[in-house]
């Protein structure tokens, strides 16, 4: 049986290459992101290449609290149980020595890389628990060991994925989830 899949960031680049690749093994997958033209576009060629499995999309901007709270109830309500969550939405902006930084593009680095991954699993995360089976796979980068220069905020963005994903494993122990980063 299908496995269901969902993939924030789905729109391009690593997101896009991973629901190609959960299709090529026969699963389904909703597809998030907030460029809701390129969703419907990939649901088009999705499902003409793809006829026998289902692809959702739900439009998807991990920084807006509210949104991921009504979007995640709405995945579960449409798709049933989910599967697989793989929390692929993130950016790296600037390049720029800290004490140069722009905030903006800290703060939105925050909110995307940490605050929308986290708000997204514990959204999906009550229903895995429940049917005591689930996977997640967070993105995280070698950034997140080994910072370089012009990257402090990204680097502990990804550090913060790679705690978080171990708490979240220790957390989860008494379950058949696995978390992966």
Known sequence: ???NVVITGATS?????????YLEKGENIVLTGRR??????????????????NVWTFSLDVTDMSMVKNVCSEIIETVGQIDILVN???????????????ELDML??????VKGLMAVTRCL??????ANRGHIIN???TAGIYAYAGAAVYSATKAAVKTFS??????????DIKVTT
């Open 36 to 53: 809701t033209e390129r969703l419907k576009d990939l649901k088009t060629e999705f499902a003409e290449a793809f006829p026998n499995q």
């Open 13 to 21: 680049g690593i997101g896009e290459a991973i629901a190609r690749a």
């Open 1 to 3: 049986m299908a496995k």
């Open 139 to 141: 993105m995280g980068s």
């Open 166 to 175: 171990d708490g979240l494993r220790i957390d989860t122990i008494a379950t």
């Open 108 to 113: 939105t680095m925050l909110d995307t890389n």
């Open 125 to 130: 995360l009550p229903s895995m628990v429940a």
């Open 88 to 102: 692929n939405a993130g950016l790296a902006l600037g390049l720029s020595p800290y004490q140069d930084y722009e």
